[in-house]
């Protein structure tokens, strides 16, 4: 089976992007008078509570999503994929040096380019028009006949990461063999855990954990060095 068979796949805040595409979007939104001043007031809390090491990022993240769903709510599908088209231009180019050089790689060898995100859909699908992947999955939220959100969420793929990558490679006709993985949390392990080569990028404690139990490669990008570790 040659290489063209094979599939890469990528978180995408954290690990491609330097930053948070859900944050950016928010931000965004309450600017735009979309979502309340309010919002952009407790997005502004939340991240400085990170900051100041009040909370895991896996907490930060969390009240993120928490966040958006609380606003999100009556909102029109144009206006968030017009935030997005506002976002994503703006933020694309801030990204990881190691994460370039391995799509750059993983394309150049024709591998099925994949990313799966906890970010809004509409924001992840927007900065694929840059990534160029072969697909992308965020989290879905549901709709009215009128095309206003409810609030509810349809599809949350941070708790299914690796069901998704194991249905897209079936559906695709892809294989595992020779696969990589690449994601910085503890909500990307169960894609990690099932490609040949996972790697634990600028990991989180809890991710570092589990790399570190399973003997997972981790690699730390800091300022224009790059440290690879090897358990």
Known sequence: MNTKNKIAVFDIDGTIFRKNLAFELINELSWMKIFKREARNELVRLY???????????EYRKALVKLYEENLKG??????????????????????????????????????II????????????????????????????TDKKGFYTGKVVFNPTAHKGD??????????????GSYGIGDTESDASFLDI?????????N???????????????????DVIYKFTN
């Open 195 to 203: 490609v040949d080569n996972p790697i634990a990028f600028n990991p």
């Open 205 to 223: 404690l809890n991710l570092k954990t589990i790399a570190e139990k399973k003997g997972w490669q981790i690699v730390v990008e800091k300022k």
């Open 115 to 142: 990313a799966v995100s906890g970010s809004p859909s509409e924001v992840v699908k927007e900065y694929n028009k840059f990534l160029k992947f072969d697909a992308v999955y965020g989290s879905v939220y549901k």
């Open 164 to 177: 998704v990558v194991k249905q897209y490679a079936t559906e695709q006709n892809l294989t595992l063999d």
């Open 48 to 58: 400085t509570r990170w900051l100041d090491h009040k909370g895991t990022y896996e």
């Open 75 to 112: 909102c029109k599908i144009e206006e968030i994929e017009k935030a997005s088209r506002v976002v994503v231009p703006f933020f694309k180019d801030r990204t990881y040096v190691f994460a370039n050089n391995l799509i750059a790689e993983f394309k150049k060898k024709k591998y099925h």
